[in-house]
């Protein structure tokens, strides 16, 4: 490997050798303790390969020996140079790379964050920001302790940081605390529950406060169900004080819900057209180049964009960005539904209605909705019997 590596840095030549006695010129060479490799009878002569320095001490072998010698390659650095010798900006864009590489090779270009569960990343790097540590700082102004002293002190979840270099990347591992919560304490406040709504209740269950209602009670919004002021009395059944608390219970009722929906009998589609048009833009520290001509957009046109941000890596976006109009035309069309279509649309609106109800706790008893064909739609009417949670907290007045 290092004798190749020196073959090119030095120049070599592949060679073939005619004349009368080749085999003594090979003789000499071994004498003479020049190197040769690659050794090739082809007819009546002999190729291989030699330095450029065992080259130069072939003259007087050649005269004894009464050979001819013909260059057939030449490879190496030497001959490379001298091959590109007047292509000068070939060489100093080498040279320009080679510095800029040096050059680069002295800031940061990754911020890598490693161990994080509950933080992420996007927190970190602009934390890291706010301390002067970003994409593109040097590497000599980066102190590592410091680094893991600030994290520490700002996050308190953190409970091991460590921050080190590798090339151009600063790699952050934290860990952090999950084995502990914090619970919340929140100091309670005085309050009664009341109807949101009007129904007959079915379930009540009282955990804090008296309540002011028994299942099979009718009430209306805003009635008053479980109250927080809580008597306080002595032996004697006297009121010696009242005590403040926020009532809490589940109150379920059956509440009737009004329903109304329309289907209307014509509606409009898009029939897209064969005029397609697409521009292709560069975006470039806000400023925008287009490539091509961008249609005048008209009543019936519709334009979709895509846009993508270039990144080195994960968390360091560059100010370029580049992407792509498509713009296409349509015409609208009017198509008249039948009564079936309607009466499907209608009983299919119906069934969200009630399933975003079941969702949010209801439960649906009965519904009784009629559909009617008016003059331009088809209109769905009724109500639903369901039974739901009509309890709402509200700050005791008294308090």
Request: hydrophobic fraction near 35%.
């Amino acid at each position: 490997m290092q004798n190749q590596l020196t073959n090119q840095l030095q120049g070599y030549l592949r060679i073939r050798i005619t004349g009368y006695s080749p085999e003594r010129f090979l003789n000499l060479c071994k004498h003479k303790e020049i190197e040769i490799w690659g050794l090739e009878a082809k007819h009546n002569a002999y190729e291989m390969y030699m330095t450029v320095k065992g080259f130069r001490e072939l003259k007087p072998i050649l005269r004894k020996t009464r050979t001819r010698i013909t260059i057939l390659e030449r490879y190496g650095v030497p001959f490379f140079f001298h091959k590109y010798r007047k292509r000068k900006m070939f060489f100093a864009g080498v040279l320009l790379c080679i510095g800029l590489i040096f050059v680069l090779s002295k800031f940061i270009w990754n911020i890598e964050i490693e161990g994080n569960q509950t933080i992420t990343d996007d927190v970190l790097i602009e934390y890291l920001e706010t301390e002067h540590i970003y994409h593109g700082m040097k590497i000599s102004d980066v102190k590592c302790e410091e680094i893991v002293t600030n994290i520490r002190k700002q996050f308190n979840d953190i409970i091991w940081v460590s921050a080190s270099l590798e090339g151009c990347n600063l790699i952050i591992a934290v860990k952090e605390n999950t084995d502990t919560f914090q619970v919340s304490q929140t100091e309670e406040e005085p309050a009664d529950i009341i109807a949101n709504a009007d129904g007959v209740i079915t379930e009540i269950i009282t955990r804090s406060g008296v309540p002011c209602v028994n299942e099979g009670d009718s009430v209306m919004a805003g009635d008053m169900l479980v109250s927080g002021t809580v008597e306080v009395k002595n032996d004697a059944g006297e009121v010696i004080r009242e005590d403040y608390k926020e009532a809490d219970a589940d109150i379920y009722a059956e509440v009737t819900l009004t329903y109304e929906d329309l289907c209307e009998t014509l509606y409009e589609v898009k029939e897209y057209t064969k005029d397609r048009h697409k521009q292709v833009y560069l975006n470039i520290f806000g400023y925008r180049v287009a490539l091509g001509i961008r249609k005048s957009e008209t009543e019936n046109y519709e334009i979709a964009s895509e846009e993508t941000q270039l990144k080195l890596n994960q968390n360091f976006y560059l100010p370029i960005s580049y992407g792509v109009y498509r713009g296409k035309t349509y015409q609208l069309k009017k198509i008249e539904r039948t009564k079936e279509e309607k009466e499907e649309i209608l009983n299919h609106n119906l069934e969200l209605y009630c399933k975003e109800l079941e969702e949010s706790g209801a439960i649906v008893l009965d519904k009784k909705i009629q559909m009617t064909e008016e003059a331009n739609c088809m209109r769905a009417k009724g109500y639903l019997k369901v039974k739901q949670s009509i309890g709402t907290t509200r700050k005791s007045v008294d308090f």
